[in-house]
């Protein structure tokens, strides 16, 4: 018999706000939302939300699961994250992908750690590819991989723009986005391309000419680190305007932002005032993503790693600036699940996955939920993973 819990008098927002509600939640779904909501027989567990917020389980459309980095040698490898990097943080649903290293990082190891993670409670999906091109995938084709590995929903994160990509032509851009549109088509995926986009001179100009000289849209990218420099932020309201949705990175450290990045409060804001909607921005954290200061001779002179944990450290800082909760939740929950076609996630309602998060009105998270398995249950990690430390 599925075990039910009932949570009582929450304050809802799904992410529009739906006021004080109850919520039953069983067999990994919401089975109901409403007021009072009154159940024959005996409930598993209940529990008393009053004066409490739920909202959505974040997604992350950025995390390098089994690490990454490298760039300054062997040692310089980032580590592989662990599930409470993303429990404690209210991070549910999260996409892994290789990054500029996909010669001692492997999808093969990638689609294992993806595995592992969602065995111990969170929704993980998988970009076939890396920075490089030709793409390097699991079956052969991009396509093949789409159509036929469940977890892989896309590519990325391809790199343009970059000292360390494959400086691919518009022509191999084409293909790529070709490729992943046909396979998601045929999987009924998303088929994303999600795009590395470096400080390079060329900017996102690439993916506009793609759209404008064949007949892949706009849409079907997906750039992240849009505000890695204001040129670049700027450019992406152009391609935001257009129809598609850019990606902000969260992870960051003060040598960035001493460079040039823009912090994601301020490109959110500029983005709204600029005329973009909430609709089409998002935001990543880029976990155990390697963060690499260069200087102007393309030589590394220093790096750190990128946190899980910002994700949900942004979420708090947009809401500290006055973003409306419902637009703070969109940024990192709804958008990107409805941009990767993730139906399940990113909002709260009647058939929906069972992704919530608990929070206090000061946004300290009490309890995380996963497909309705406890992850955090009053400000404790309630699982762990496997060789996870304690």
């Keep these: 018999m599925t075990s039910l819990l009932?949570?009582?008098?929450?304050?809802?927002?799904?992410?529009?706000?739906?006021?004080?509600?109850?919520?039953?939640?069983?067999?990994?779904?919401?089975?109901?939302?409403?007021?009072?909501?009154?159940?024959?027989?005996?409930?598993?567990?209940?529990?008393?939300?009053?004066?409490?917020?739920?909202?959505?389980?974040?997604?992350?459309?950025?995390?390098?699961?089994?690490?990454?980095?490298?760039e300054g040698g062997f040692h310089t490898r980032t580590r592989a994250m662990e599930l409470t990097d993303a429990s404690r943080f209210g991070v549910t649903t999260l996409v892994a992908a290789l990054g500029t290293d996909?010669?001692?990082?492997?999808?093969?190891?990638?689609?294992?750690?993806?595995?592992?993670?969602?065995?111990?409670?969170?929704?993980?999906?998988?970009?076939?590819?890396?920075?490089?091109?030709?793409?390097?995938?699991?079956?052969?084709?991009?396509?093949?991989?789409?159509?036929?590995?469940?977890?892989?929903?896309?590519?990325?994160?391809?790199?343009?723009?970059?000292?360390r990509g494959s400086q691919l032509t518009v022509n191999e851009l084409a293909r790529v986005a070709a490729e992943a549109r046909v396979g998601g088509m045929l999987s009924q995926k998303a088929g994303t391309v999600f795009v590395h986009v470096g400080d390079g001179r060329a900017g996102i100009a690439p993916l506009h000419h793609v759209a404008a000289q064949t007949d892949i849209p706009i849409t079907q990218f997906y750039p992240t680190h849009m505000n890695r420099s204001q040129a670049l932020l700027e450019q992406g309201f152009n391609f935001a305007k257009a129809g598609g949705v850019i990606d902000f990175t969260a992870s960051t450290n003060q040598a960035c932002l001493d460079s040039g990045e823009v912090a994601v409060v301020d490109a959110v804001m500029q983005a709204l005032h600029a005329g973009v909607g909430i609709e089409h921005m998002s935001?990543?954290?880029?976990?155990?993503?390697?963060?690499?200061?260069?200087?102007?001779?393309?030589?590394?002179?220093?790096?750190?790693?990128?946190?899980?944990?910002?994700?949900?450290?942004?979420?708090?800082?947009?809401?500290?600036?006055?973003?409306?909760?419902?637009?703070?939740?969109?940024?990192?929950?709804?958008?990107?699940?409805?941009?990767?076609?993730?139906?399940?996630?990113?909002?709260?309602?009647?058939g929906q996955d069972a992704d919530l998060v608990l929070m206090s009105p000061d946004l300290a998270i009490d309890s995380v939920w996963s497909r309705g398995q406890a992850l955090m249950r009053d400000g404790q990690p309630s699982r762990y993973g496997q060789f996870e430390m304690r």
């Design 102 to 163: 996909a010669v001692s990082r492997s999808l093969e190891d990638l689609l294992a750690k993806a595995k592992g993670l969602t065995y111990d409670g969170l929704n993980v999906f998988c970009y076939t590819g890396s920075y490089a091109y030709p793409v390097v995938t699991l079956t052969g084709t991009i396509t093949r991989d789409l159509m036929l590995i469940d977890q892989v929903i896309g590519i990325g994160e391809i790199a343009i723009s970059d000292h």
């Design 283 to 350: 935001v990543s954290s880029d976990g155990h993503a390697s963060l690499p200061i260069f200087n102007e001779r393309g030589e590394l002179t220093g790096l750190e790693m990128g946190r899980i944990a910002s994700l949900y450290e942004a979420f708090c800082d947009l809401v500290a600036a006055k973003l409306p909760l419902t637009d703070a939740i969109k940024l990192v929950s709804t958008n990107a699940a409805r941009n990767l076609k993730l139906s399940n996630k990113g909002y709260l309602g009647v």
């Design 6 to 70: 009932l949570i009582r008098n929450a304050n809802v927002y799904s992410p529009e706000p739906v006021g004080v509600i109850d919520i039953l939640i069983g067999g990994g779904k919401i089975l109901a939302m409403g007021r009072d909501i009154a159940i024959a027989g005996q409930v598993h567990q209940t529990l008393n939300a009053e004066g409490m917020l739920v909202i959505p389980g974040l997604v992350d459309p950025l995390v390098h699961i089994t690490g990454g980095g490298g």
